[in-house]
């Protein structure tokens, strides 16, 4: 039996999302890259998608986005909304309208997401003409106010200044300026801090949770970084071969996790206290897409995988506790390993 999606249950929910679909065009013909994601986020709430590279995570959010590319993808659901809007049922220019002002996006590279052509000062300047009608200078001035907001200093000066004069971190502090500009009631935070070094990263992690506290925005947190997902997220889904395999809070998933690739995941953290074990790693690699194994897409790298788990079907996400669920047909009888 299927469970309900790991969705918020007050009535302040921001994001609705259910049996999201997204099939690419590829040279073999259409291949669905995620297949039948459901989730909710609360208003003020982080919700961490983890997961190695190539599960899914970015597209999902792309596509609630509506920045998946037209003619090559295709986009579908049951359900997809934001507060008030129905997001299956708006127009590409009616989706242009609120991204920025409900919905805004922290891309992970910043040096290929910032336009090389104008100043910072103009790209944060554009959002508020485009959004909220402000003249030139009105949205100079208030440029220079997000720049400050950010941690940028000397931003009057900094402003009038091009992408590549900046430092890693501060682009990315630019591109946290952008997506605050109109004060969006959902921002996506893709990967933000992944080519940061460990100082700027705890830095720009900081930064996004006092804006979160200031403004009560919802926070999606796409990362493989589980350090990262201990530190700044509420809640925690996890995601292999465009699947949501397991949800639940994050100390529970942690402590008690139902699915074994989360155990691997955990596993392969290190660790300071063990500094002599070696690396662990999750054996083989993900399936390709368009290539994917019948039953449970885990069962080629998974260590308890049984014949079961290699039938036609692929395993229904299951409840196994209060806002905790699993896609493991053999969780009743697993007792894995949690993070100490």
Known sequence: MTAAPTTPTATDTTLEVENLKVDVLTEKGW?????????????GETLGIVGESGSGKSVTCLAIAGLMPPGQTRVTADTLRLLEHDLTALSPKEMADIRGPKIAMIFQEPMSSLNPAFTVGDQIAEVLRRHEGLSRKESRKRAIELLDRVGVPSPA???????????????????????????????????????????????????????????????????????????????????????????????????????PYMEGLLAAMPRMDNPSDALVSIPGHPPRVGD?????????????????????????????????????????????????
């Open 292 to 340: 994917m194994p019948d039953g449970c897409r885990f069962h080629p790298r998974c260590g308890y995988a049984t014949d079961a788990c290699r039938t036609d079907s692929s395993p229904l996400l299951e409840r196994v506790a209060p806002g905790h669920t699993t896609r493991c047909l053999r969780h009743p009888e697993l007792t894995l390993r949690g993070s100490p």
């Open 31 to 43: 291949a669905t890259v995620v297949d039948g994601v459901s989730f909710g986020v609360a208003r």
């Open 157 to 259: 000066r900094r402003a009038l200044q091009y992408p590549f004069e900046f430092s890693g971190g501060m682009r990315q502090r630019v591109m946290i300026a952008i997506a605050l500009a109109c004060n969006p009631d959902v921002i996506v935070a893709d990967e933000p801090t992944t080519a940061l070094d460990v100082t700027v990263q705890a830095q720009i992690l900081e930064l996004l949770r006092e804006i979160q506290e200031e403004h009560g925005m919802s926070v999606i947190f796409i990362t493989h970084d589980l350090g990262v997902v201990a530190d700044v997220c509420d809640r925690v889904l996890v995601m292999y071969a465009g699947q949501i395999v397991e949800g639940a809070d994050l100390a529970e998933l942690f402590a008690d996790p139902q699915h």
